[in-house]
C-alpha cells in the first residue's frame, strides 16, 4: 500500500499513514519519555482508534511518553 510520513519535521513523533484497497491508517509512535503533540492534519476525534498501548487512547494530538496509536480514518 501507500506510505506517507507525516510532521517529518517532528524530531520526537514517527507518524505516517498507509493506504490499502481503499482504507487508510494513521500511525502515531512516540519515542520519547515525555508527552508531546504532533501535527496530523486529521480530525482525529472523528478517526477509529484500532490499536493503543495506554488505557485510554489520545485523541487530541497529544502523546503521552511512549504512546504508540493507531487509527483508522
Do not use: C, Q
Amino acid at each position: 500500500g501507500k506510505y506517507t510520513l507525516v510532521d517529518k519535521d517532528n524530531p520526537v513523533v514517527f507518524a505516517y499513514t498507509r493506504e490499502w484497497k481503499g482504507k487508510k491508517w494513521l500511525v502515531l509512535l512516540n519515542f520519547k519519555d515525555k508527552a508531546t503533540t504532533v501535527k496530523t492534519g486529521f480530525d482525529l476525534s472523528k478517526a477509529h482508534v484500532m490499536i493503543h498501548n495506554y488505557p485510554t487512547a489520545s485523541v487530541d494530538g497529544t502523546l503521552k511518553p511512549y504512546e504508540a496509536v493507531i487509527f483508522e480514518l
